[in-house]
């Protein structure tokens, strides 16, 4: 009975959070991409017409398409020096996934630093995950009352 009273309660639980209020995540302002979507095209053009223009000339002489590359929402290469395998940092690749996870930072992200963090994930996880296996050992000895280990581990 306690069984099934756990599996309603966490079946209502799961349900209740599934449609919480999540509806601005996934909205956008299609005139705002549109904007910036004609901007980008306008700039393509000029490019287009000028292919000897460098940013260096747009900016000297006040070119307002400038703008667009050297404004706040720019990307530079400055900003992917620190860039993480799909967003996730190294030591959580290798905590989680183990080999596996230093295998996929060292292919994907191809940054010695993001390895040795996956890497110093791995043995971390796996100290937890001995920890954890040791500790449940001593608690089933227990709970059996075995005075030795008795084919337990």
């Not at 030591?91 to 295998?103: A, K, P, Q, R, T």
């Not at 996929?104 to 996956?118: F, M, N, R």
Request: with cysteine; net charge negative.
């Amino acid at each position: 009975m306690k069984k099934l009273l756990l599996f309603a309660a966490t079946l209502l639980l799961t349900a209740g959070l599934s449609f919480a209020g999540n509806d601005g995540v996934f909205s956008y302002d299609a005139a705002a991409v549109e904007t910036q979507m004609a901007q980008l095209a306008e700039l393509e053009g000029f490019l287009a017409e000028n292919p000897d223009a460098t940013l260096s000339d747009m900016i000297a002489s006040g070119n307002t398409l400038a703008s667009l590359v050297t404004g706040p929402n720019s990307i530079d290469g400055f900003s992917l020096l620190n860039e993480k395998v799909l967003g996730i940092p190294g030591f959580l690749w290798g905590c989680v996934l183990s080999w596996v996870g230093i295998v996929i930072v060292y292919l994907v992200g191809q940054d010695p630093h993001e390895t040795k963090q996956a890497i110093i994930g791995c043995v971390v996880g796996a100290v937890a995950y001995g920890a954890f296996y040791a500790i449940y050992a001593l608690l089933l000895r227990s709970a059996w009352g075995l005075g030795s280990w008795g084919g337990i581990i």
